[in-house]
T-cell receptor
Framework: EAGVTQSPTHLIKTRGQQATLRCSPI?????VYWYQQALGLGLQFLLW???????NRGNFPPRFSGRQFPNYSSELNVNALELEDSALYLC?????????????FGSGTQLSVL | AQSVSQHNHHVILSEAASLELGCNYS??????LFWYVQYPGQHLQLLLK??????LVKGIKGFEAEFIKSKFSFNLRKPSVQWSDTAEYFC??????????FGTGTRLKVLA
């Protein structure tokens, strides 16, 4: 069974550009979560999608946005990139079955903003 | 605001030493608590979890964690670490609002 897959592995952009990151959840999982892992800050919750809808978002500016497609894959868009957006972006998926929601993580997209 | 604190950012131990990593969270009510681990070059993966019942829970690879409700803590322990335990460990209390709030992580290095 394939795990959570993310693409691209690495992404280099310049300040002001837009970045698009992609995530494919494990087959059958309907929930997708996005986290930003910046050095020394742990995992900061970005967005949570379930059944195609945004369920909640973390404390990030509106230039961080995304969507979930009918096949449950997801896209994270970051507009007007800033230097501090450089980080590892992790996607996780789970079966939305209540509180017992073990997260399965992808290997992440390393975004570098120059 | 709901938050989680991991007190130790970097820990270095020799093999066979005992390990305890602290985790405190800021909110009350019903909590579900998780520890995740990220081994070098691997994905984050679940180490153990607590939902209810016995406050001492056991996970993979000999790890255990104790939930102390009065102290809002969920500390991770292992009696004798191995070199292969070198990894980054994240405490993640479940939040009904934000699902999982992860701590800043603790980087453990075990010296052979």
């Amino acid at each position: 069974e394939a795990g959570v897959t993310q693409s691209p592995t690495h992404l280099i952009k310049t300040r002001g550009q837009q970045a698009t990151l992609r995530c494919s959840p494990i087959s059958g999982h309907t929930s997708v979560y996005w986290y930003q892992q910046a050095l020394g800050l742990g995992l900061q919750f970005l967005l949570w999608y379930d059944e195609g809808e945004e369920r909640n978002r973390g404390n990030f500016p509106p230039r961080f946005s995304g969507r979930q497609f009918p096949n449950y894959s997801s896209e994270l868009n970051v507009n007007a990139l800033e230097l501090e957006d450089s980080a590892l972006y992790l996607c996780a998926s789970s079966l939305y079955s209540g509180i017992d929601e073990k997260l399965f993580f992808g290997s992440g997209t390393q975004l570098s903003v120059l | 605001a709901q938050s989680v604190s991991q007190h130790n950012h970097h820990v270095i131990l020799s093999e066979a030493a005992s390990l305890e990593l602290g985790c405190n969270y800021s909110y009350g009510g019903t909590v579900n608590l998780f520890w995740y681990v990220q081994y070098p070059g691997q994905h984050l993966q679940l180490l153990l979890k607590y939902f209810s019942g016995d406050p001492l829970v056991k996970g993979i690879k000999g790890f255990e964690a104790e939930f102390i409700k009065s102290k809002f803590s969920f500390n991770l322990r292992k009696p004798s670490v191995q070199w292969s335990d070198t990894a980054e460990y994240f405490c993640a209390p479940y939040s009904g609002t934000y699902k999982y709030i992860f701590g800043t992580g603790t980087r453990l290095k075990v010296l052979a």
